[in-house]
């Protein structure tokens, strides 16, 4: 392990100003390390246990971070930087306010300088450790986003429900994204219509493999480590290949533009047996991390159509997560604050099934979207949305239960970005918030976009017996138990018209068998 010491490590009153740099801030151009002189002044990274602890969390996930942040610690000690490095095996911290209270009173520096936290929980520790110990916190913005968050709450201000589409039509114009003049290029701002192919029965084919990264000698320390100290926590670590350098970043996004960006829009809802990633990016644990910045993603795409000639449906379908939902989310997740975190408009309290943590269950559509999370600490947006996140909501699990899940189980996972998919996209929490209706479906919908039902003892057709779909039984109680809430709003018309034509023996039949299934499960 290289360890870059400071000259004046130890010494109090020697230091001028301790830059804490977080799990995921790992990029050189940090707003936090602007200005560092490394004759005064020292950056500071902490691999505190309850990072890893506060929700059980993903072996994959675990090592994706400290493993990245080892490597970055490496980087800046070959570039010259002071680095004080409080490593897990060594310092054993309990929480990050710990450690920093530990070296706030060994180095007395006149100031801590930090970029914005990715979750409301760090950043009141911090503040609350800088302020409990005298010394100065400078809060820097994070430049790796399009918009701040000033941008998003003057955006948010007027309105009552957050419309993704305004939100992402507004930046396209500021940052002249897919622009011609005024209007948006090919006269079309969303090309979402074309991006819902499904892959048909002859499924998708070959699909060309995301590019590896074999757990270099770092990541085989860590990966030591994490077996050791968390040999309890869930998910598997053979197959762990993620980018953790911004090499590696660099490298898996040139792959995704050059192999799987041309197909990404039209196949980016389907779902196949055994094909985990298809033609999705694998680039959202990186952009989370750092590694890379948005912008430049955004650019390679943009680059790429112009050269290649590329379809407009791909790159807008690939734009409009970045620059739309990434960008979205994260203004939701700051302006809403805390208190978001614990929304449940829906008055869900069930437990979240054991199934989540072992995959197993007959049904094979979450049978294979949470192996895979198992496997990989990753699921694609559909996945995530509209088999797991419906199987909780239509089940009536708390929101917060699903929240932590989410959390800790994908690679990707920070705050910012999860809670908002979660709680509201997800679970309908925030009682309309960021979407106007629940996202909800039957077994139909995954029927359609995946083979899933094809190797399953369920049919997707049935809502009662012992051939019922899950899916399709806890839908139409889902929509009887919120009838009162839902029932008039004008794009849900046809999913009453439907529940109208069960009849009232069929939907009480339907109801009990929800029911039975509520309580086998929990
Ligand atoms: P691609 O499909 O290739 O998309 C490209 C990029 O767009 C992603 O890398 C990501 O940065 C961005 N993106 C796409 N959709 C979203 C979105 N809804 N919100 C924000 N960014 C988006 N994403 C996370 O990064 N971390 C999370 O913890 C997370 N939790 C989620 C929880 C739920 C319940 C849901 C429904 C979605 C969640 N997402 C999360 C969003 C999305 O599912 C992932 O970003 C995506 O699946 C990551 O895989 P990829 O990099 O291959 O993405
Ligand atoms: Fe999933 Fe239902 Fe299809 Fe089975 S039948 S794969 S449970 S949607």
């Keep these: 392990m290289t360890l870059t010491l400071h000259p004046n490590e130890g010494i109090p009153g020697q230091t001028r ?32 246990v309850e990072e890893s602890t506060h929700v059980p969390t993903h072996k994959a996930r675990l090592v994706l971070f400290l493993s990245a942040m080892r490597h970055f610690r490496d980087r800046l000690g070959e570039l010259g930087l002071p680095v004080r490095y409080r490593a897990l095996e060594t310092q054993s911290d309990p929480t990050l306010a710990a450690g920093l209270t530990a070296d706030l009173m060994a180095l007395r ?31 820097r913005e994070d430049s790796h986003f ?62 060309p493999a995301p590019l590896c990264f074999p757990p270099d000698a770092t990541t085989q320390e860590v990966m030591e480590l994490v077996q050791a100290r968390f ?10 290949d993620w980018p953790v350098t911004r090499d590696q970043a660099l490298a898996a996004l040139d792959d995704f533009i050059d192999n799987r960006l041309p197909s990404f829009g039209p196949y980016q809802d389907a779902m196949w047996t055994g094909a985990p990633y298809l033609y999705h990016s694998r680039l959202s644990a990186a952009l989370n991390l750092k590694l890379l910045n948005p ?44 208190e978001y975190l614990s929304r449940n408009a829906l008055e869900a309290h069930q437990p979240l099934p054991r199934l989540y943590w072992d995959a197993q269950t007959p049904a094979a559509c979450l049978a294979a979207a949470l192996d895979q999370v198992l496997e990989h600490g990753y699921g694609h947006h559909i996945q995530r949305l509209m088999v797991t996140g419906l199987f909780a909501l239509l089940l009536g699990v708390k929101p917060q239960a699903v929240h932590a899940w989410y959390l800790g189980m994908y690679v990707d996972a920070v705050e910012w970005v999860e809670a908002p998919n979660t709680l509201g996209m997800s679970q309908y929490a925030d009682g309309g918030r960021l979407a106007s209706k629940p996202y909800v ?16 003892p369920y049919d997707p057709k049935v809502a009662t017996g012992p051939r019922a779909c899950p899916f399709t039984t806890l839908y139409w109680d889902f929509l009887a138990r919120h009838r009162s809430r839902f029932g008039r709003h004008p794009r849900t018309a046809l ?28």
């Excluded at 790429?304 to 407009?312: I, K, N």
């Excluded at 919908?445 to 995946?450: A, H, V």
């Design 295 to 338: 912008r430049e993603v955004i650019e390679a795409a943009l680059g790429a159509m112009v050269q290649r000639e590329l379809p407009l449906a791909s790159i807008e379908g690939f734009v409009r997560q970045i620059l739309g939902w990434r960008e979205y989310v994260r203004g939701v997740y700051w302006t809403e604050g805390p």
């Design 109 to 139: 520096p006149n100031r801590v300088i930090l970029t914005r936290p990715g979750e409301h929980r760090v950043m009141e520790d911090l503040v609350a450790t800088c302020k409990a110990c005298g010394v100065e916190l400078e809060v």
């Design 495 to 522: 999913q009453w018209r439907q529940l109208d034509r069960l009849g009232a023996t069929d939907l009480s039949a339907v109801r009990q068998a929800a029911d039975d299934l509520r309580r086998s499960l929990s």
């Design 231 to 240: 040999p309890g926590a869930p998910g598997r670590l053979d197959g762990f």
């Design 146 to 207: 399009i918009s701040s968050i000033d941008d998003f709450r003057r955006w948010a201000k007027p309105r009552k429900t957050l419309v993704l589409e305004h939100f992402y039509r507004s930046l396209r114009r500021r940052e002249g994204i897919l622009m011609d003049g005024k209007k948006p290029v090919g006269e079309l701002w969303s090309l979402d219509r074309q991006n819902r192919k499904t892959f048909g029965r002859k499924g998708p084919g070959l699909v």
């Design 441 to 456: 479906a039957s077994g139909a919908y995954i029927r359609r976009m995946s083979n899933y039902c094809d190797h399953c």
């Design 17 to 48: 100003h301790l830059i804490v740099i977080l799990g995921d801030q790992l990029d050189q151009g940090s707003p936090a390390l602007g200005g560092l002189d490394p004759g005064q002044d020292l950056v500071w990274m902490c691999e505190a």
